[in-house]
Structures are given as structure tokens and as C-alpha cells.
């Protein structure tokens, strides 16, 4: 236990800074005042972002403003999809959807992390209307910083990230693969078992669920199999119990057979936060199999227009937990919060459509 008299020495102030930085990644919150824009982005994007390069921004880009009502009033800001499309960056090797490959992580100034996919964002894919804020009813942040992660679809709030910091882009590399039909693929990464599946160890594995596609390119079209963040967690995702929402700072990435990968943040997926129903199919919606897309596929009916997160010719789903994003260096200034009131902000609930 630390005694409040040794805390108001410097030395000891710091020291425990550096005990809580090390035990557990979540500090006590400082408001921020700019955040930090990082990663996978191209020559001549901005490292740091504050209030009025936000509103900037929103000017020259209006289509790209957009609004969130939620139980606490109307939230204002930009898409988030649109604000970082704008300065990523593209591997001229990717022979089709490079987008698929990207993820963003939103870090907070007390180290509360959220990912999200690229593809989630994306109006060709997921499509969801996640937002950098900056106004509640028309004034200015306060209380959470000069702008917070605004995620309107999840059910518990829990991506909505105060007092951004940090804005990472992430991008996994391509590598071709050989093709061909898959017979079999492994759950592995960031999980306690390694498990591979074939036809029939996937049918056995669990309930069967039958959907039916609402959207293009497959409306219409049904498919059988089983649920994706059901079957990750008969491997045993690794989380670290002492991480509030730590699941939040994972992804899993699918891969086919031909090298084609989509990455789907465990966010998005779980039942409490994005509750997205995916689909790890193997027949199709009179019993038969999937043929020519291998024995199983990934099937996403929620996607819009292109689809292309249907990853056919499964042969892997590997989860992994993102790299620790370094928090600005202003972050030191929290050393003297921990001497008050350490609050989060709450995470108020969308209002129901």
C-alpha cells in the first residue's frame, strides 16, 4: 500500500508512475489537448492533431463531418474512416483490398486502448459510422478530453475512447499464397489451444446457424456453419484480467489459401461491443458444400456492396494482441493526477434507432 506523506516526495511520485505504467497500462486520465497520429500512413501526414486542425479538417472535408445521438445529447466530429483514410498508405502489392489489412488503434492519455478494423469503418464493407468528436449539443468537449472515439454500434460503449492520445494505424504485410482448395485450417496466436479443423471437426464443434444475405454482391444467398467468435473462443483467447476491456486490444486476422486476408478486431465481434454476426461457413443454404471456395469460408452478412471480407478457402485465424502504442510525452504531467480523484469518463450508450 502506498502512504499519501511518501507520495507528495518527486522520487516517489515517479516511481509509482513507473510501477503503475509496468502493473497495469491504464493510468489516471489527463485531458488531452492534441493527439498523436502515427503508423502506417503516408510521407507529409501529420504527427499531431489538436482542436482546431480538427475543425480544419471538418471545413475543407464536409461530407466527412458527421453527428451521434446518444442518451447524453448529439455528438459532432469527423469519420473516423474518412479522417485516416485520408493520409494511408497503400502496398502496390496487394493485388485486391488492401484495406482489409489495415487496423487503427485509439489509445486514451490513461492507456484505455481500442481497435478497430479498417474494413469495420469502411463504407464498402462494415460500413459504421464511428466518429472523432469534438462537440456534445454544440460546445466544445469537456470532461474527456478535446476530442474522444464516438462507436454509435456497440451495445456497451466500450470503444468510446476519452481523451484521445493516440491514433496508431497498423497494416499487416501480404505474402502470396499457393491457392487451391483448403481442406483444413488453425486457429492460432493469442490463444491458450491451437486448434485445426477440418469438415468434420468444424460440423462437430458446435451449433449449426443457417444466414441469409441481405446485401449485395450475395443477397439472397445462404450459408450454414458456425459462429466465428464462438469458435475463437473454444481456443481460449489470452486476455490480461488486471486490462480493463483488454479484448478490446486484439484482432484476428483471416487468411485464404491464395494469401487474400481480412482482419476483424475482437470488438467488433464480441457480443458486448460491436456483436457483429460472422459466419465461419462450410455449406451452403441447401446442405451442399462450398465447392470451389474450399470447406470453409468466412461469411459477413452485415458487409455492404463488395463483400470482400467473404475470406474463401480458409487456412488460418490467428488472433493478436496489438503492440503497446507509446504514450506522448505529456503524458508525464499525469504523474501529479495521481495525487486527486483518478476518473474515467462514463461511456454513454447510443440512443436506440
Known amino acids: 500500500m502506498f502512504d499519501l506523506k511518501t507520495l507528495t516526495r518527486p522520487a516517489a511520485l515517479l516511481g509509482l508512475f513507473v510501477a503503475l505504467a509496468v502493473a497495469n497500462p491504464v493510468f489516471a486520465a489527463a485531458t488531452s489537448s492534441q493527439f498523436s497520429l502515427v503508423g502506417y500512413l503516408n510521407a507529409g501526414s501529420p504527427a499531431s492533431v489538436d482542436l482546431a486542425a480538427l475543425q480544419a479538417y471538418a471545413a475543407a472535408n464536409p461530407t466527412a463531418v458527421k453527428t451521434v445521438a446518444t442518451t447524453s445529447g448529439i455528438y ?7 479522417f485516416l483514410g485520408s493520409y494511408l498508405k497503400t502496398d502496390p502489392s496487394v493485388p485486391k483490398n488492401d484495406i482489409l489489412r489495415g487496423y487503427a488503434v485509439a489509445t486514451g492519455s490513461d492507456g484505455y486502448k481500442a481497435v478497430f478494423s479498417l474494413a469495420e469503418m469502411d463504407k464498402s464493407f462494415g460500413n459504421h459510422n464511428d466518429i472523432i468528436a469534438y462537440k456534445l449539443n454544440g460546445a466544445d468537449l469537456t470532461g474527456s478530453g478535446f476530442a474522444r472515439i464516438v462507436a454509435p454500434d456497440d451495445v456497451k460503449a466500450g470503444r468510446w475512447v476519452s481523451n484521445l492520445s493516440s491514433l496508431y494505424v497498423g497494416h499487416i504485410p501480404y505474402t502470396p499464397g499457393a491457392g487451391g482448395v483448403s481442406q483444413q485450417f488453425s486457429i492460432d496466436g ?40 464462438d469458435l475463437l473462443n473454444l481456443s481460449g483467447i489470452v486476455t490480461d484480467a488486471s ?10 486476422v483471416a487468411t485464404g489459401s491464395d494469401g487474400y486476408q481480412a482482419i476483424f478486431s475482437l470488438g467488433e465481434l464480441h457480443p458486448n461491443f460491436g456483436n457483429i454476426p460472422v459466419l465461419v461457413a462450410y455449406a451452403n443454404g441447401v446442405g451442399a458444400g462450398l465447392g470451389s471456395k474450399g470447406f470453409a469460408e468466412l461469411v459477413v452478412p452485415g458487409d455492404v456492396a463488395k463483400g470482400g471480407r467473404y475470406v474463401s478457402n480458409l487456412t488460418g485465424l490467428t488472433v493478436v494482441s496489438v503492440a503497446a502504442v507509446p504514450l506522448p510525452a505529456s503524458a508525464l504531467l499525469m504523474v501529479s493526477g495521481l495525487l486527486g480523484c483518478a476518473w474515467h469518463a462514463r461511456r454513454p450508450k447510443p440512443m436506440a434507432a
Not at 76 to 82: P, R
Not at 200 to 229: C, E, H, N, Y
Not at 243 to 251: A, E, P, S, T, Y
Open 190 to 229: 493469442a490463444v491458450t489451444n491451437s486448434i485445426s479443423y477440418d469438415v468434420t471437426s468444424l460440423v462437430a464443434a458446435l451449433p449449426a446457424q443457417t444466414v441469409t444475405v441481405a446485401t449485395p454482391p450475395l443477397t439472397g444467398s445462404s450459408f450454414t456453419g458456425v459462429s466465428l467468435w
Open 76 to 82: 459532432e466530429g469527423v469519420s473516423l474512416s474518412a
Open 243 to 252: 486490462v480493463k476491456n483488454d479484448i478490446l486490444g486484439k484482432f484476428v
